[in-house]
């Protein structure tokens, strides 16, 4: 398996610009999640799906931001319009969960710079 | 408030010595404790889970604690090497939901 796919996996967009980004998680998974990384808080988590359903979102910062899943083996994160603060590495992870086995597969993250 | 600490400063130790990372939370239930480890550039990656009734966890030359009563997780590296080096964070998990929350990381940097 390829494991978690994510593109693109750098961008730089200019404030006020649409940023969608994309993952693919591992076959299989039924769990799939979005999270959020920078030096000042660390890893947060913004979203997760459950067979395909939003569970919970309160992570999400504000409006600006949204999440689908469409589909088993699809998802995207999207900012609009985006703003510098929102500089950071987007990862998506995803995990099968059975029991209260919760491992989760990371992405390798998009690096994204809104100038 | 909830709150989930890991030493923000990075911890330098020697080649074959053991190091010890700590993971204190306030305010949680924590069903399970996970621990990641994670390389510049790159994503988390999965190392150890210990649950809640469990004292001690072990996987070749790492050890987990879990001690729910001093609410807090202690994690060894034994006989460390430089490919050791590394972020290492803590996660737990609430048995509501799949929901992990993650502690800020310790860096490791083991010197040869």
């Known amino acids: 398996d390829a494991g978690v796919i994510q593109s693109p996996r750098h961008e730089v967009t200019e404030m006020g610009q649409e940023v969608t980004l994309r993952c693919k998680p591992i076959s299989g998974h039924n769990s799939l999640f979005w999270y959020r990384q920078t030096m000042m808080r660390g890893l947060e988590l913004l979203i997760y799906f459950n067979n395909n359903v939003p569970i919970d979102d309160s992570g999400m910062p504000e409006d600006r931001f949204s999440a689908k899943m469409p589909n088993a083996s699809f998802s995207t994160l999207k900012i609009q319009p985006s703003e510098p603060r929102d500089s950071a590495v987007y990862f998506c992870?995803?995990?099968?969960?059975?029991?209260?086995?919760?491992?989760?597969?990371f992405g390798p993250g998009t690096r994204l710079t809104v100038l | 408030s909830q709150k989930i600490e890991q030493n923000s400063e990075a911890l330098n130790i020697q080649e074959g010595k053991t190091a010890t990372l700590t993971c204190n939370y306030t305010?949680?239930?924590?069903?399970?404790l996970q621990w990641y480890r994670q390389d510049p550039g790159r994503g988390p990656v999965f190392l150890l889970l210990?649950?809640?009734?469990?004292k001690e966890k072990r996987k070749e030359r790492l050890k987990v604690t879990f001690d729910t009563t001093l609410k807090q997780s202690l994690f060894h590296i034994t006989a460390s090497q430089p490919a050791d080096s590394a972020t290492y964070l803590c996660?737990?998990?609430?048995?509501?939901?799949?929901?992990?929350?993650f502690g800020g990381g310790t860096r490791v940097l083991v010197k040869p």
């Open positions: 992870a995803s995990s099968q969960t059975s029991g209260s086995k919760n491992e989760q597969f």
């Open positions: 210990i649950r809640e009734n469990e």
């Open positions: 996660a737990l998990h609430t048995s509501a939901g799949n929901k992990l929350t």
């Open positions: 305010n949680y239930s924590p069903a399970y």
